[in-house]
């Protein structure tokens, strides 16, 4: 089966943001500026761009990206394990997608995309960057494949919503504090204190 090449239009090429408006990608400004990160004793210390076109993957790392990186700093014990596994359904489930995704015709089509630097203090925030990527994969193959109606509208929109809710579900599980998860990675219903 023949598979696209996803033609990535820079933020370079358009210098006063015409296409970004267009598509309805706005810049995100709080995400440089949370002091979230900043207060982060980083394990390890690196930076990724990420290259995005879905507004999933824009307003993830706009209003939870920092937050996720922050939490899974302080994570411990059970709930190290309920995130490390949820990673792992999560990258099992996405490879999957994109199996499938990219065997499927597809014709090529030039998407606006836009990008964006982030911080990585913990490994599991590089795991994230990892997963965001990879939804948005799904989310531009799965628009080039329903352009060639090698899927349709359904499949697609299946195909992003299961994307979705395995990251959100990583987002979920680094609100309850450490003291909510059994040693084990399963979460108890009332905080100990």
Same mark, same amino acid.
């Given at each position: 089966?023949? #598979?696209?090449?996803?033609?990535?239009?820079?933020? +370079?090429?358009?210098?006063?943001?015409?296409?970004?408006?267009?598509?309805?990608?706005?810049? *995100?400004?709080?995400?440089?500026? $949370?002091?979230?990160?900043?207060?982060?004793?980083?394990?390890?210390?690196?930076?990724? #761009?990420?290259?995005?076109?879905?507004?999933?993957?824009?307003?993830?790392?706009?209003?939870?990206?920092?937050?996720?990186?922050?939490?899974?700093?302080?994570?411990?014990?059970?709930?190290?394990?309920?995130?490390? +596994?949820?990673?792992?359904?999560?990258?099992?489930?996405?490879?999957?997608?994109?199996?499938?995704?990219?065997?499927?015709?597809?014709? $090529?089509?030039?998407?606006?995309?836009?990008?964006?630097?982030?911080?990585?203090?913990?490994?599991?925030?590089?795991?994230?960057?990892?997963?965001?990527?990879?939804?948005?994969?799904?989310?531009?193959?799965?628009?080039?494949?329903?352009?060639?109606?090698? *899927?349709?509208?359904?499949?697609?929109?299946?195909?992003?919503?299961?994307?979705?809710?395995?990251?959100?579900?990583?987002?979920?599980?680094? *609100?309850?504090?450490?003291?909510?998860?059994?040693?084990?990675? *399963?979460? #108890?219903?009332?905080?100990?204190?």
């Amino acid at each position: 089966m023949a #598979t696209s090449q996803i033609e990535a239009i820079e933020p +370079d090429d358009d210098p006063e943001g015409e296409r970004r408006k267009a598509a309805g990608l706005k810049p *995100i400004h709080r995400l440089g500026g $949370d002091q979230r990160i900043a207060r982060i004793l980083p394990e390890t210390d690196s930076r990724a #761009t990420v290259v995005y076109c879905s507004t999933f993957v824009r307003d993830f790392l706009s209003r939870d990206f920092h937050f996720c990186g922050a939490k899974f700093a302080v994570a411990r014990a059970g709930k190290l394990r309920a995130l490390d +596994d949820a990673f792992r359904d999560g990258e099992e489930g996405l490879t999957k997608a994109l199996g499938w995704i990219e065997e499927k015709p597809a014709l $090529d089509i030039p998407l606006m995309s836009d990008r964006h630097p982030v911080e990585i203090k913990h490994p599991l925030a590089g795991r994230l960057v990892r997963l965001l990527n990879q939804h948005d994969k799904i989310f531009s193959l799965t628009l080039c494949a329903l352009a060639a109606r090698s *899927i349709g509208p359904s499949d697609r929109d299946t195909a992003i919503e299961v994307a979705s809710r395995r990251i959100t579900l990583i987002h979920s599980l680094c *609100i309850p504090d450490n003291d909510q998860y059994t040693a084990d990675g *399963i979460r #108890t219903n009332t905080p100990q204190r």
